[in-house]
């Protein structure tokens, strides 16, 4: 009786080391004898490195030159924007490759919506002829109205780098089909005041009607005094 299962691997390998050694009927020989007259000299050296599980997907470069896994956007070099891009998957390991070569790697992160960015993958040297701007996309808003453009305006400024904040304006700015550029307006407004500084957080308001409810502001509250309301003299 074995009461430990390291006591019973012990005596699996010594009943295995007689087993290998038993002369097979058939060959005339054990299985140790075929192995090193046959296998041993055909058997190369083990890597150096344990094998190690991948997850292979793939994914699409956004305008913000990041690429989102899981949730977290991790940046390529800006020249690939637009490009669909392999992500290879490890524990601990984002790699990103194009056309089979691998164009960026980065540690894995869990932090779902946030950045990790390379700065030799910012498009500084070549953003005279970047499809968006900050600039370009503010203009955009500001055709939606004041509240839009000050909305993104925020967000811009609010990321360690503007190309960060690409992707929350211009899906709020894709609100305006949707739901109108009136109500889109009026939702960037609520946002402002709350300050707010997402995509999800105006697309929460409009998909809740939140945007045609008047915000209560005590210093545009109604007056008391009205011709159906006698007052507390009335009642002397």
């Not at 056309?99 to 500084?124: C, I, Y």
């Not at 998909?207 to 159906?228: F, I, M, Y």
Request: net charge positive; aromatic share 8%.
């Amino acid at each position: 009786m074995f009461h430990s299962l390291g006591a019973l691997n012990a005596r699996l390998r010594e009943l295995l080391v007689d087993l290998n050694g038993r002369e097979m009927r058939r060959y005339g020989k054990s299985r140790r004898a075929l192995f090193e007259a046959v296998e041993r000299t055909a058997l190369r050296p083990l890597p150096g490195a344990r094998f190690e599980y991948a997850d292979w997907r793939k994914a699409r470069v956004n305008i913000d030159y990041h690429v989102a896994v899981d949730g977290h956007l991790y940046s390529v070099p800006y020249r690939l924007v637009h490009e669909e891009v392999e992500a290879r998957l490890t524990a601990d390991v984002v790699e990103l490759l194009h056309g089979g070569t691998r164009v960026a790697a980065h540690r894995r992160s869990s932090a779902k919506g946030g950045f990790t960015t390379l700065t030799e993958h910012m498009p500084s040297a070549h953003r005279a002829h970047a499809e968006w701007t900050p600039s370009r996309i503010l203009a955009w808003a500001e055709k939606v109205g004041t509240a839009t453009r000050e909305l993104c305006e925020a967000i811009l400024a609010d990321r360690p780098h503007p190309e960060q904040g690409f992707r929350s304006c211009l899906g709020i700015l894709r609100l305006g089909k949707r739901y109108g550029e009136a109500r889109l307006e009026a939702a960037c407004l609520r946002a402002v005041r709350v300050r707010a500084r997402s995509y999800r957080h105006v697309e929460s308001i409009l998909k809740n009607g939140l945007d045609r409810v008047v915000a209560t502001d005590p210093s545009t509250s109604l007056s008391l005094t009205h011709e159906n309301v006698r007052g507390r003299d009335y009642y002397h």
